[in-house]
């Protein structure tokens, strides 16, 4: 399972664990992920992958 580093608190995250939030937008669709320990949003999470 890939792993993403919180840019916050720094804990490694299971992609399963992060809380998605999609969103739709006149050209198609936005996706934001969370940090379930910090609550630190993160708009693109393969720059923090591990």
Known sequence: MPKVNCPDCGRQIG????E???????????????CP??????EDVTEFMV
């Open 15 to 18: 992609m399963h664990e992060l």
């Open 37 to 42: 320990f910090c609550r630190t949003d993160m």
């Open 20 to 34: 998605a939030k999609t969103t739709a937008q006149s050209g198609g669709f936005s996706t934001r992920y969370r």
